[in-house]
């Protein structure tokens, strides 16, 4: 994440990421959701053997307009998180 980043963890309704998810902001001021899929989708705190991919969308500062940037039915949590690492980068990189 770039400097002046932040993360929180939250609930709400956004589009296809509902329920329990991760947040991180970014400079413009939009917000990236992450959340799990599989039978723990919209859901962000369950056991790490549990994992079944995550989804990452990137949301305008509106908070209505959204972007999928990562989506994997993905079982490998170190795998799969260091993927949608590298998505949500290259998403900042090119705004």
Do not use: K
């Amino acid at each position: 994440m770039p400097a002046g980043a932040w993360t929180r963890a939250g609930s709400g309704r956004r589009a296809r990421c509902l329920n329990r998810w991760v947040a991180a902001g970014s400079p413009d001021g939009a917000d990236i959701l992450f959340t799990g899929q599989g039978r723990h989708a919209s859901e962000a705190d369950y056991p790490l053997t549990d994992h079944a991919g995550w989804l990452a969308c990137g949301y305008a500062e509106d908070g209505v307009e959204f972007t999928v940037l990562h989506d994997s039915q993905s079982p490998g949590l170190t795998t799969d998180t260091a993927a949608a690492a590298v998505a949500v980068r290259a998403s900042l990189a090119t705004g």
